[in-house]
């Protein structure tokens, strides 16, 4: 079984800055891709940024320039820093990966989300 587990949402106010990390653990042998989705009240979720194994990394038109997407790959960890934050942002931020199992099966697997409230 894998597990990903979000840390770092919280409350903060306009202009600050947060880090989310999520560590991927359990029967694992190479993750390819790692990402961030969002989906804030009433709305779907949506792509925030993702980072493949040679950190490449792809963001939302909407975070560019204001968060950066990383990856430990020693530690199965993808890190989000988010920095300049906005109202809009507020949504639970779930963790994505796109992984090759031990028993050899390419899946995605998610989190359960960490909420981000950003206040004005």
């Given amino acids: 079984q894998v597990?990903?587990?979000e840390s770092g949402g919280g409350l903060v106010q306009a202009?600050?800055?947060l880090r989310l990390s999520c560590a991927a653990s359990g029967?694992?042998?190479r993750i390819n891709r790692m990402g961030w989705y969002r989906q804030a009240p009433g709305k779907q979720r949506e792509l925030v940024?993702?980072?493949t194994s040679g950190s490449n990394t792809n963001y939302a038109d909407?975070?560019?320039g204001r968060f950066t997407i990383s990856r430990d790959n020693a530690k199965n960890t993808v890190y989000l820093?988010?920095?300049s934050l906005e109202t809009e942002d507020t949504a639970v931020y779930y963790c994505n990966a796109n992984l090759q199992t031990r028993s050899n099966y390419i899946m995605d697997y998610w989190g359960k989300g960490t909420l981000v409230t950003v206040s004005s």
């Fill in 27 to 29: 029967s694992i042998f």
């Fill in 3 to 5: 597990q990903l587990v």
């Fill in 81 to 83: 820093q988010m920095n």
């Fill in 62 to 64: 909407s975070v560019k």
């Fill in 15 to 17: 202009g600050g800055s």
């Fill in 49 to 51: 940024a993702t980072i």
